[in-house]
């Protein structure tokens, strides 16, 4: 039971991780270019192409205000926004800490960094970033949220369990961190704390729907389906809207092999917002599954329109494109871009990964 409940709920750690808001400071005119005409009409313009979605045009756009003035640190980290947006996390940590050497005091700024290379694995470097932030702003719950989910990254659960009640009392995620907390607890063995705490927080938040997954996820290690299935069911219906829990209920279904539930809540998450690479991913991963190889390769490649720097989408591309007659070529060359791309990461386990599936295809 502990390994089934380690295996998933840390799946939830990661959804909580990746869900977590990125408060990220976008660029503001600089007082020194005040009077610079085209430099407010580069910003501008910048601005509503990533309201728009357009992020290619709108960091080069960025970048041309750059000839402009190259002292606004609000500009790199507008720069930095894109970059993370795109999925594209070595350069945001290299424009927010641009950012920082123009303004070290902006805990805004030390939050980006953090998420940053938390999400390139570098877990020292990104609590060290958290830690910055909060000595500008120890009220700051989101940088404490942060610091905990890298610090259970590194194996130190017990201060990230008191860094995340530290969060929990400032109250002001709806709840959420509690489910961080129960993973925090069940990883030194805790798993009757942890289910408590998750109680506790459902009663307290009862419009939680995370909350509610995470009390789903824990009640199927204990082998409760009946239960498990009830949690999971009321927090797809709390968070209609929102595509990641309809993902993440649908990840669970999946698994469980209710394939038409799963369908069901991915659809919904794809209809919810046509520009989700995780929605499309995941409606790939069930087309893959069912060896609907051409649909699947359709869903992965909308996915790629829309982060076109993750290795994970590359890689489940050239899967899909295996499965297909005389694709073996096209195969190859998404696992390649996909090796690529996490070895820029630094990732060797998924180079070795995919170098084993290229030996296989060649």
Do not use: W
């Given at each position: 039971m502990n390994h089934f409940l380690?295996?998933?709920?840390?799946?939830?750690?990661?959804?909580?991780?990746a869900a977590t808001p990125v408060v990220i400071a976008r660029p503001a005119a600089a007082q020194s270019a005040a009077n610079n005409e085209q430099f407010r009409q580069l910003l501008e313009r910048?601005?509503?192409?990533?309201?728009?979605?357009?992020?290619?045009?709108?960091?080069?756009?960025?970048?041309?205000?750059?000839?402009?003035?190259?002292?606004?640190?609000?500009?790199?980290?507008?720069?930095?926004?894109?970059?993370?947006?795109?999925?594209?996390?070595?350069?945001?940590?290299?424009?927010?800490?641009?950012?920082l050497y123009l303004d070290s005091r902006n805990p805004d700024f030390h939050y980006a960094l953090a998420y940053s290379l938390g999400q390139l694995g570098d877990h020292a470097n990104a609590a060290l970033a958290y830690r910055?932030?909060?000595?500008?702003?120890?009220?700051?719950?989101?940088?404490?949220?942060?610091?905990?989910?890298?610090?259970?990254?590194?194996?130190?659960?017990?201060?990230?369990?008191?860094?995340?009640?530290?969060?929990?009392?400032?109250?002001?995620?709806?709840?959420?961190?509690?489910?961080?907390?129960?993973?925090?607890?069940?990883?030194q063995d805790q798993g009757r704390n942890a289910l408590s705490l998750l109680e506790q927080a459902v009663q307290r938040y009862p419009n939680n729907g995370r909350l509610k997954l995470q009390l789903g996820i824990f009640m199927l290690g204990l082998g409760d389906r009946e239960a498990a299935l009830r949690w999971l069911s009321e927090a797809a219906r709390l968070d209609a809207q929102n595509p990641e829990t309809q993902i993440a209920v649908g990840r669970l279904l999946q698994e469980q092999g209710n394939l038409v539930a799963a369908e069901t809540l991915y659809r919904r998450a794809a209809a919810l917002t046509d520009d989700s690479p995780q929605a499309q991913m995941a409606i790939g991963d069930l087309?893959?599954?069912?060896?609907?190889?051409?649909a699947a390769v359709v869903a992965y490649r909308r996915a790629l329109e829309l982060a076109p720097n993750n290795p994970d989408l590359y890689f489940r591309l050239g899967l899909a494109l295996s499965g297909r007659d005389n694709r073996?070529?096209?195969?190859?060359?998404?696992?390649?871009?996909?090796?690529?791309?996490?070895?820029?990461?630094?990732?060797?386990?998924?180079?070795?990964?995919?170098?084993?599936?290229?030996?296989?295809?060649?």
């Open positions: 380690r295996t998933t709920a840390l799946s939830g750690l990661l959804l909580l991780a910048g601005r509503t192409l990533v309201e728009a979605g357009n992020y290619a045009e709108a960091l080069r756009t960025y970048q041309q205000a750059l000839f402009y003035e190259r002292r606004d640190p609000k500009l790199y980290s507008g720069i930095g926004y894109i970059y993370a947006l795109q999925g594209n996390y070595q350069e945001a940590a290299q424009a927010y800490r641009q950012a910055h932030s909060l000595q500008l702003d120890p009220n700051r719950a989101d940088s404490r949220i942060g610091l905990g989910v890298v610090l259970m990254r590194q194996g130190y659960f017990a201060p990230a369990y008191e860094t995340l009640a530290q969060a929990a009392r400032l109250d002001t995620d709806g709840g959420n961190v509690y489910g961080l907390m129960a993973i925090a607890l069940l990883e087309l893959l599954d069912q060896e609907a190889y051409l073996a070529g096209e195969a190859i060359t998404a696992l390649q871009m996909a090796r690529e791309l996490y070895g820029r990461r630094g990732d060797r386990a998924g180079v070795e990964r995919i170098e084993a599936l290229l030996n296989e295809l060649d």
